[in-house]
């Protein structure tokens, strides 16, 4: 595992950037959608 994670490192592709409104959603209707998923396991949520 150790050599793995060392010839493959967190962002050795790039890095990827999405934007809800892209997909035609907002940050308070996807809170809303999966609020009770969101609490159960308390997924700290940004934005």
């Given at each position: ?16 950037s999405y934007d809800l409104a892209e997909y035609g959603l907002s940050v308070d209707g ?18």
């Open positions: 595992m150790q050599a793995y994670l060392a010839h493959n490192p967190k962002g050795k592709h790039g890095s990827h996807v809170r809303e959608r999966f609020r009770d998923y969101i609490e159960r396991y308390e997924i700290p949520v940004k934005g």
